[in-house]
């Protein structure tokens, strides 16, 4: 009995330092997006209002040049009015930290204070992209 009381004790304590962790990461990461830096950034491509696609790709990525460029450009036919960003992360690694950039391709779909609402790792096609904004749209 006690042997099952510890256990539950210890299961407890575990889910609550990682409810606690998560916490944390999601503070750190509101942080890193409102920071100078980020604004500087925004001014610099010409977004100052969302919604907008931010796509993280790097110049050796074949990945990203093969696939996930024709399918920007197919949402791009698909939704002209939306700023589609197309970022270097080798170019710019504090843009690429800010938004928790590992991998590319990775597409980040913004809404209009241009807060992240979806981030998608690794080739995502125009279709699942024009549906997020969709989503975005009718919220």
């Given at each position: 009995m006690l042997e099952r009381s510890l256990l539950a004790l210890t299961a407890t304590?575990?889910?609550?330092?990682?409810?606690?962790?998560?916490?944390?990461?999601?503070?750190?990461?509101?942080?890193?997006?409102?920071?100078?830096?980020?604004?500087?950034?925004?001014?610099?491509?010409?977004?100052?209002?969302?919604?907008?696609?931010?796509a993280f790709s790097t110049p050796e990525c074949a990945q990203c040049r093969l696939l996930q460029k024709p399918a920007l450009g197919e949402l791009r036919r698909l939704v002209p009015d939306v700023p589609i960003v197309q970022v270097d992360a080798a170019a710019y690694p504090h843009v690429a930290s800010a938004f928790g950039v590992f991998t590319v391709p990775t597409t980040v779909v913004l809404d209009e204070r241009l807060r992240?609402?979806?981030?998608?790792?690794?080739?995502?096609?125009?279709?699942?992209?024009?549906?997020?904004?969709?989503r975005l749209r009718q919220a």
């Amino acid at each position: 009995m006690l042997e099952r009381s510890l256990l539950a004790l210890t299961a407890t304590l575990l889910l609550l330092a990682t409810c606690w962790g998560v916490l944390r990461w999601q503070r750190r990461a509101q942080r890193r997006l409102q920071s100078p830096v980020l604004a500087a950034f925004w001014q610099e491509v010409g977004v100052k209002e969302g919604p907008a696609i931010v796509a993280f790709s790097t110049p050796e990525c074949a990945q990203c040049r093969l696939l996930q460029k024709p399918a920007l450009g197919e949402l791009r036919r698909l939704v002209p009015d939306v700023p589609i960003v197309q970022v270097d992360a080798a170019a710019y690694p504090h843009v690429a930290s800010a938004f928790g950039v590992f991998t590319v391709p990775t597409t980040v779909v913004l809404d209009e204070r241009l807060r992240p609402v979806a981030t998608n790792n690794g080739y995502v096609p125009a279709g699942r992209l024009h549906r997020q904004l969709g989503r975005l749209r009718q919220a």
